[in-house]
């Protein structure tokens, strides 16, 4: 048995800081900081529902479902949606969470298949933009 703590186990201070934590480790440190900046009392429980349910809660169950198939689900669903940018930053999680080039573009044939033509190559692009700025941060290391 595990001796973390469980989602009704802790505070919502707890949540939180998990929930930052699996952010930063899947998203990077950059775009968290990015994403958290210009902190305004319009955006800030947004920022702070994020954190908490959908990284702390959601991510945080890892025994159930880990990240790695958490990523190829993400992927399949933003793709379908046409959420570009989160596409974008999600393709760059799931390469932290262990996925290959080649997996995600399974993923996003799946999804050519399911949810249509024009949704794959929507996604086919933005995951290749993707691709480029991360080669190109690798290229300037």
């Not at 570009?84 to 999600?90: G, Q, Y």
């Amino acid at each position: 048995m595990s001796d973390k703590k469980s989602a009704p186990e802790m505070t919502g201070a707890e949540m939180f800081e998990r929930g930052m934590k699996i952010r930063r480790e899947v998203l990077g440190d950059a775009y968290v900081n990015k994403a958290t900046s210009n902190p305004n009392p319009f955006n800030e429980p947004l920022q702070e529902l994020v954190a908490t349910y959908c990284w702390g809660w959601n991510w945080g169950r890892e025994e159930e479902l880990p990240r790695r198939d958490r990523s190829l689900i993400n992927l399949a669903m933003i793709a379908v949606l046409g959420r570009s940018h989160e596409l974008k930053i999600h393709t760059r999680g799931a390469l932290n969470n262990g996925l290959t080039r080649e997996e995600i573009r399974e993923v996003l044939l799946q999804v050519g298949i399911y949810a249509g033509i024009p949704a794959a190559v929507d996604s086919f692009r933005i995951v290749n933009e993707a691709f480029a700025e991360i080669d190109a941060e690798e290229e300037a290391k």
